[in-house]
């Protein structure tokens, strides 16, 4: 394991620089709901907040949360995505600490119960154990911190799947426990908002928000996303999509929210 600080030090203070959050349809809904997050969290305090990133790739997160002026930290078991993490920090001009490791490192790599926000995003899928990944993230979060989850959804998975002529295929998904459609699914394992909300209070925390992300987006002829010309309509509608909890039920992924208890 290898600790590194990645790109030069700072970032604009959290508020003041132009908002360097990614725009897509796909990600409108998170990036809302982070940015309400980062707020709240803030509170009345002024400095930078301490974030997370378990799992955190290649940093599409974690730098543009750098970029707001925050202290982010990325544990990440692939060299790979730490190396390009470098690069994208670097290009953005923004330091971004650095350990490779999986969740159950968490504990050794970093303080405990100092974290404000720990985000898991596209990570749950892939673990061997969600549980026990999410106790381990609960273990660096201080009490009042927030986890943020991101994770695909059973259900909008077997609506695709029907859409695509899998009938047969989306009736697996609903039977299997990891919401698979069959051995040949690229996909791990995929979550209900019950099994999120389940896992998120058995790790201790409480308040969980869930919402839908990207409802409608991958119901498009051709999954259109980036550059379209109806692209900013299409993320104001994921934004109104993401209010409503009735739609989250056909979202691909599911964005909850929840909180480590006060004292
Ligand atoms: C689909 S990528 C998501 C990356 C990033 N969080 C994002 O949303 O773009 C899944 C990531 O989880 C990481 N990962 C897999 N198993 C892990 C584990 N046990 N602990 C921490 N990260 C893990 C992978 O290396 C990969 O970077």
């Known amino acids: 394991m290898s600790d590194k ?10 508020g003041t620089a132009a908002d360097p959050a990614p725009q897509t349809a796909r990600s409108a809904a998170v990036w809302e709901a982070l940015r309400e997050l980062l707020a709240s969290l803030a509170g009345a305090g002024d400095g930078p907040l301490r974030i997370v990133d378990a799992g955190g790739g290649t940093g599409g997160a974690a730098v543009p949360l750098a970029a707001l002026g925050h202290e982010v930290t990325v544990v990440e078991p692939s060299p790979d995505s730490l190396a390009a993490l470098e690069r994208r920090a670097a290009e953005a001009g923004v330091r971004v600490r650095a350990y490779q490791g999986d969740t159950v490192d968490l504990h050794t790599l970093l303080p405990a119960a100092e974290a404000h926000l720990v985000l898991l995003h596209n990570v749950l899928e892939y673990v061997d154990d969600p549980a026990s990944a999410l106790t381990d993230v609960v273990g660096v979060l201080r009490p009042g911190g927030a986890v943020s989850v991101l994770a695909a959804n059973a259900f909008a998975a077997a609506l695709h799947r029907v859409l695509l002529g899998g009938v047969a295929e989306a009736h697996r998904i609903l039977d299997d ?41 991958d119901l498009l002829p051709g999954r259109y996303d980036t550059g379209h010309e109806d692209e900013g309509a299409l993320a104001a509608l ?26």
């Open 177 to 217: 426990p990891d919401g698979r459609w069959g051995e040949g699914d690229p996909m791990p394992r995929r979550f209900t908002a019950e099994g999120l909300t389940g896992l998120t209070a058995r790790a201790g925390l409480v308040a969980p928000r869930v919402r839908g992300v990207s409802v409608f987006a």
């Open 238 to 263: 994921e934004s109104e999509a993401a209010r409503r909890p009735e739609l989250a039920g056909i979202a691909t992924q599911l964005h909850v929210v929840a909180f480590r208890p006060e004292g």
């Open 5 to 14: 600080g990645v790109g030069p030090a700072g970032g604009a203070p959290a």
